[in-house]
């Protein structure tokens, strides 16, 4: 069976809406244009849809000079267009265990942000991701990553999702749509392997571009707000919990770091597994190298 790419999606403002591609570059940091922007509040501290769950209905589009934002639930309020800010301009800002600077948006999108989210808000750009590295307990030296949680890509498959919805119906008490894989928020989505074959993938070709998975991933709340609603439920947790269950946490999809960046995957392109563990372990989990507190 021939495993592809089925999904290139990238996200913007981190915790907004993302947008599916057809083809993105690779770049040490993630795809190109992924998670460059974020909304942080007065004290830097990164706001994400966990907290704001409506952040998930606001739609983010690259423009050639920066940024076009709308939020179709605030009534009488018009995009907002602003354009990349002079990185010469940065605050500190906080993502996790991360602290890095950014640079500032300004006073135009910090009220339209403070509008919609209805707390006050102010809204960045990571001019330089060389700034922010990956966790030492899991990346090498020089990994780079955007405003991402933790890792450049993740990884899902339409296969593991088959399975998943499949543990979600049986247990349901009355009939539900599938869970759709937006939940998931992943950057690719790959079809025709294994139902969660690719937590056992160590080294992965995309197209020409080759990647390290160098850890799963722990899923959250965040997994449980409806994308197109904003509504929150119990689902997938609570399945994830009794099929995908390691170490006390849930686990779906594998975070990648790129060993080719400059490189560009398209949807359509073969997926070839380079480097496997033997089947059954579950996600990677236990740090690789040098662990340390504060792991992202």
Same mark, same amino acid.
């Given at each position: 069976?021939?495993?592809?790419? &089925?999904?290139?999606? %990238?996200?913007?403002?981190?915790?907004? =809406?993302? !947008?599916?591609?057809?083809?993105?570059?690779? !770049?040490?940091?993630?795809?190109? @244009?992924?998670?460059?922007?974020?909304?942080?509040?007065?004290?830097?501290?990164?706001?994400?849809?966990?907290?704001?769950?409506?952040?998930?209905?606001?739609?983010?589009?690259?423009?050639?000079?920066?940024?076009?934002?709308?939020?179709? $639930?605030?009534?009488?309020? +018009?995009?907002?267009?602003?354009?990349?800010?002079?990185? @010469?301009?940065?605050?500190?800002?906080?993502?996790?265990? /991360? #602290?890095?600077?950014?640079?500032?948006?300004?006073?135009?999108?910090?009220?339209?942000?403070?509008?919609?989210? @209805?707390?006050?808000? *102010?809204?960045?750009?990571?001019?330089?991701? &060389? *700034?922010?590295?990956?966790?030492?307990?899991?990346?090498?030296?020089?990994?780079?990553?955007?405003?991402?949680?933790?890792?450049?890509?993740?990884?899902?498959?339409?296969?593991?999702?088959?399975?998943?919805?499949? /543990?979600?119906?049986?247990?349901?008490?009355?009939?539900? +749509?599938?869970?759709?894989?937006?939940?998931?928020?992943?950057?690719?989505?790959?079809?025709?392997? +294994?139902?969660?074959?690719?937590?056992?993938? *160590? %080294?992965?070709?995309?197209? !020409?571009?080759?990647? =390290?998975?160098?850890?799963?991933?722990?899923?959250?709340?965040?997994?449980?707000?409806?994308?197109? &609603?904003?509504?929150?439920?119990? !689902?997938?947790?609570?399945?994830?919990?009794?099929?995908? =269950? $390691?170490?006390? #946490?849930?686990?779906? @999809?594998?975070?990648?770091?790129?060993?080719?960046?400059?490189? &560009?995957?398209?949807?359509?392109?073969?997926?070839?597994?380079?480097?496997?563990?033997?089947?059954?372990?579950?996600?990677?989990?236990?740090?690789?190298?040098?662990?340390?507190?504060?792991?992202?």
């Amino acid at each position: 069976m021939t495993t592809t790419l &089925t999904t290139v999606r %990238r996200y913007p403002v981190k915790s907004l =809406r993302g !947008e599916d591609l057809e083809s993105a570059m690779v !770049e040490p940091c993630g795809l190109s @244009g992924d998670r460059r922007w974020m909304v942080v509040d007065a004290a830097g501290t990164a706001i994400t849809a966990r907290e704001i769950n409506r952040m998930l209905l606001i739609t983010p589009e690259l423009t050639e000079t920066g940024l076009r934002v709308v939020a179709p $639930f605030a009534t009488g309020l +018009e995009p907002l267009e602003v354009s990349t800010p002079d990185p @010469g301009l940065r605050i500190p800002v906080t993502l996790w265990s /991360s #602290q890095l600077t950014a640079a500032v948006a300004g006073a135009e999108a910090d009220e339209w942000f403070s509008r919609v989210l @209805g707390v006050e808000a *102010r809204l960045v750009h990571l001019d330089d991701p &060389t *700034r922010r590295p990956t966790s030492p307990d899991f990346g090498d030296d020089g990994d780079v990553v955007s405003f991402a949680d933790g890792y450049p890509l993740l990884l899902t498959s339409e296969d593991s999702l088959a399975a998943l919805n499949e /543990s979600v119906l049986d247990a349901a008490s009355e009939e539900r +749509e599938p869970l759709p894989m937006l939940r998931f928020r992943p950057n690719v989505v790959v079809a025709g392997a +294994e139902a969660w074959a690719e937590e056992d993938w *160590r %080294r992965v070709r995309i197209g !020409e571009a080759t990647f =390290r998975a160098v850890k799963g991933c722990a899923r959250c709340v965040m997994t449980t707000i409806d994308p197109d &609603t904003a509504a929150r439920e119990k !689902e997938p947790i609570a399945t994830l919990a009794r099929v995908r =269950r $390691f170490d006390r #946490q849930t686990w779906f @999809g594998t975070n990648l770091v790129p060993d080719t960046p400059g490189v &560009t995957i398209r949807v359509g392109d073969d997926v070839e597994v380079l480097e496997a563990a033997e089947p059954g372990g579950g996600p990677i989990r236990t740090p690789t190298r040098n662990p340390v507190a504060g792991a992202h």
